[in-house]
């Protein structure tokens, strides 16, 4: 039997960044993270509470106890299946940082696609773990972590290039959150770290959404790094956060 997971929660909604932006996913938000991002708004704690939403897209949370059980979850699944057949385009785990879990994942993923297919969400800097994962997963969306809006205290573009090199050949795409003080050097440091890889990868630019629900970049602004990215890679969007946008989780 494979290890159980801390899971904050667990809840149905439509994707709001990158790739899959506008697809419905059932979220699987796992506890625990390796950075500690200024705008980051989910408690990553681990705890022994979790929640459960008590019916796919109801907004509503009933008590989930931890850590669970790859059994337990793939009866979620089946019954939310069941209750919205089709609804669904795939599960997406998200955190917190998953592949801080990536030896049970390993072990989960193969269970878990036999129904569904996996969108992992990364913070783009454990290339290592996602050696273990990356065949199980259908979509990875990779963040880099950019000084101006994430804060992070160190330089993370060397581990972001590690994981990108591990992710080649997967379905992989980058998104960035940029605000009215990204400057130019980090756009251009982004596009060469994704063009000395692939310079076909998508690249998503997502502006950033500021505590009392405005955008913390104006249009031109994010014009501007988009004509710069644009003039580097082939495939460079702009999405601001979709879910936020419709009011939905």
Same mark, same amino acid.
């Given at each position: ?17 990158? +790739? ?9 938000? *796992? ?41 337990? *979850? ?12 089709? #609804? ?53 969306? +990779? ?23 591990? #992710? ?30 692939? #310079? ?41 956060? +979709? ?7």
């Amino acid at each position: 039997m494979s290890d159980p997971l801390y899971i904050s929660e667990i809840f149905s909604s439509i994707q709001g960044e990158g +790739m899959l932006a506008g697809r419905r996913q059932i979220f699987v938000r *796992l506890m625990e993270c390796n950075l500690d991002c200024r705008y980051c708004d989910t408690d990553f704690e681990k705890s022994d509470a979790g929640h459960l939403e008590s019916k796919p897209g109801s907004g509503t949370f009933i008590n989930l106890s931890l850590p669970l059980q790859l059994h337990r *979850l793939s009866v979620i699944f089946k019954d939310w299946q069941s209750q919205l057949q089709g #609804a669904h385009h795939s599960v997406s785990f998200t955190g917190g940082e998953p592949l801080l879990h990536a030896d049970t994942l390993a072990e989960w993923f193969p269970e878990i696609r036999k129904s569904i297919p996996i969108h992992l969400e990364t913070n783009g800097t454990l290339h290592f773990a996602l050696r273990q994962v990356k065949q199980y997963v259908d979509y990875i969306s +990779m963040d880099m972590k950019l000084p101006s809006t994430a804060g992070c205290a160190e330089q993370l573009w060397d581990l972001h290039r590690l994981f990108l090199r591990e #992710a080649h050949g997967s379905n992989v795409s980058v998104k960035v959150v940029v605000g009215e003080l990204t400057p130019e050097s980090e756009i251009r440091q982004v596009c060469d770290v994704i063009s000395s890889v692939d #310079a076909t990868t998508p690249l998503f630019l997502q502006p950033l959404s500021m505590p009392d629900g405005s955008i913390g970049i104006t249009a031109g602004q994010i014009l501007h790094l988009q004509e710069l990215a644009s003039s580097l890679l082939s495939d460079v969007r702009v999405i601001p956060q +979709m879910h936020k946008l419709l009011g939905a989780l």
